[in-house]
């Protein structure tokens, strides 16, 4: 699919891959509503990009959730595409963390309960309107998990199964369900310290609109292709070299 005269939904649009985007499809001459935690970010967002609109909502509070996604039904009738980016990651020890609990909700609020909430809220929305998606953005670890992350692979794993399955769900519908595995992408994600082999954001987001305009309903950008053809003959090659990333 090419995106072009859409009314496209970014969670998470206020930094690296989600900004990226948010830049991309702007230039592309379509109507791009962000959203974000922090306000800051936002403003920042909106000032490199002054065509966005923007929403402050804190996704991992279902509360805000619904309320967020009842003011772009009522704001953007005419959505077409969401783009379920936003996420966080807590690397922890999770023996030894005595926060570990309220971590994982947290992260499975934000990574896999706010995008189900938000597909579950804005479905009739966006099916209503021509040329519209549902895309959903994971990673390669969803192939093979790195220990220091315990709840985000998982929470990504769960978000694929979901994808999956809500693909079949809607297969008769006009609707297209596309899920994008990212490898290490260069974001604030890593909080200055990124892996060796993370490629930079235009990089990633190029790819995935390439994936995008060959119809690819699963779009494995760079090194998470290569990890998921490594996990399905070596799984546990795979495994071991995912942990060793520096
Ligand atoms: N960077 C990588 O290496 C990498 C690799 C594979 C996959 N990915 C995936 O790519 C996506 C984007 O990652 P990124 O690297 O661009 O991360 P990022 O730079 O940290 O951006 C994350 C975005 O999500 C928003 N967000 C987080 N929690 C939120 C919440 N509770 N409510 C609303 N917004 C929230 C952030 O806004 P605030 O800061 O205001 O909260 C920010 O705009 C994620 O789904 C990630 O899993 C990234």
Redo the contacts with the bound molecule.
């Keep these: 699919m090419k995106i072009k005269n859409s009314t496209v939904l970014i969670?998470?649009?206020?930094?690296?891959?989600?900004?990226?985007l948010a830049k991309v499809l702007t230039n592309k001459g379509n109507n791009v509503i962000?959203?974000?935690?922090?306000?800051?970010?936002?403003l920042a967002?909106k000032k490199l990009i002054p065509q966005l609109i923007t929403y402050q909502?804190?996704?991992?509070?279902s509360q805000?959730c619904i309320d967020f996604a009842k003011r772009i039904k009522e704001n953007h009738p005419d959505l077409n595409i969401l783009i379920?980016?936003?996420?966080?990651?807590n690397k922890i020890d999770f023996i030894n963390d005595e926060n570990a609990m309220e971590l994982a909700e947290?992260e499975y609020?934000?990574?896999l309960i706010?995008p189900i909430r938000l597909i579950k809220l804005l479905y009739k929305t966006i099916n209503a309107n021509n040329s519209s998606a549902i895309i959903n953005?994971?990673?390669?670890?969803i192939y093979a998990p790195r220990v220091i992350y315990p709840f985000?692979n998982s929470s990504?794993s769960a978000l694929h199964s979901f994808t999956q399955t809500l693909r079949i769900r809607l297969k008769d519908e006009k609707t297209k369900v596309i899920e994008v595995?990212?490898?290490?992408?260069?974001?604030?994600?890593?909080q200055g310290t990124?892996?060796k082999i993370?490629i930079s954001?235009d990089v990633?987001v190029s790819e995935m609109i390439n994936g995008l305009e060959k119809e690819k309903s699963e779009i494995k950008v760079g090194g998470?292709k290569i990890l998921y053809l490594i996990s399905r003959f070596a799984p546990s090659f795979a495994l071991k070299k995912v942990n060793e990333i520096q």
């Design positions: 969670t998470g649009g206020s930094s690296g891959i989600g900004l990226e962000i959203c974000g935690k922090s306000n800051e970010k936002l967002a909502c804190d996704l991992s509070d805000e379920n980016n936003a996420a966080i990651v947290n609020q934000t990574n706010a953005i994971t990673t390669g670890l985000y990504k595995m990212f490898p290490a992408v260069n974001t604030p994600w890593h990124p892996p993370a954001a990633a998470a």
